[in-house]
Antibody, heavy 120, light 111 residues
Framework: QVQLQESGPGLVKPSETLSLTCTVS????????WSWIRQPPGKGLEWIAY???????NYNPSLKSRATISVDTSNNQFSLKLTSVTAADTAVYYC??????????????WGQGTLVTVSS | DIVMTQSPDSLAVSLGERATINCKTS????????????LAWYQQKPGQPPKLLIY???TRESGVPDRFSGSGSGTDFTLTINNLQAEDVAVYYC???????FGQGTKVQIK
């Protein structure tokens, strides 16, 4: 079955760029949508962006100006960059597979999540 | 943005009893072209990622026990957990996938 694993620095300085990669194993990226979702400590869930395996993207309007999602199907990976981070971006970041279509669908496979702390 | 409001914020239920969680959306999430409600429910246990329980408002994900059920349409939805088990202690989130917002979560505990 498909498994997702996030990787990237656990500590990022304010005003710098957060960069995370998700490696997809046990299956193909084709025909699915791939998302990043985050969860500040002790708080709820916030969708950041998704990318289709072909490269089409959609972003949360509140983060669109700072977020970039990309995909590398040859290496079964997709990535997130979030610029100009502040303490408010401190969260557990999850990479997630979405079934369905561009309109939406269930988020059926999640990575374990990686905590990113923004601090000097 | 579609605002999701869950109620209650927390509840305590005796083992074997029923837990009911409500989710109200600020706009209808019923897509007229396919008559589907774009709403899902997730369970999150401490230290774990969320787990998909229900999608299209009432379709149970493969492997999810049948004591979990979803109902509702348009703007009002319910997750029901019958015969509550100890392993059901968790936070439950509703999620609409038109604009991909989540409810604030409902914490379920054992009374």
């Amino acid at each position: 079955q498909v498994q997702l694993q996030e990787s990237g620095p656990g500590l990022v300085k304010p005003s710098e760029t957060l960069s995370l990669t998700c490696t997809v194993s046990g299956g193909s990226m084709s025909s699915y949508y791939w998302s990043w979702i985050r969860q500040p400590p002790g708080k709820g869930l916030e969708w950041i962006a998704y990318i289709y395996y072909s490269g089409s993207t959609n972003y949360n309007p509140s983060l669109k100006s700072r977020a970039t999602i990309s995909v590398d199907t040859s290496n079964n990976q997709f990535s997130l960059k979030l610029t100009s981070v502040t303490a408010a971006d401190t969260a557990v970041y999850y990479c997630v597979r979405q079934v369905g279509d561009a309109s939406g669908g269930g988020l059926d496979t999640w990575g374990q999540g990686t905590l990113v702390t923004v601090s000097s | 943005d579609i605002v999701m409001t869950q109620s209650p914020d927390s509840l305590a239920v005796s083992l074997g009893e029923r837990a009911t969680i409500n989710c109200k959306t600020s706009q209808s999430v019923l897509y007229s072209s396919n008559n589907k409600n774009y709403l899902a429910w997730y369970q999150q246990k401490p230290g774990q990622p969320p787990k998909l329980l229900i999608y299209w408002a009432s379709t149970r994900e493969s492997g999810v026990p049948d004591r979990f059920s979803g109902s509702g349409s348009g703007t009002d939805f319910t997750l029901t957990i019958n015969n509550l088990q100890a392993e059901d202690v968790a936070v439950y989130y509703c999620h609409q996938y038109f604009s991909r917002t989540f409810g604030q979560g409902t914490k379920v505990q054992i009374k």
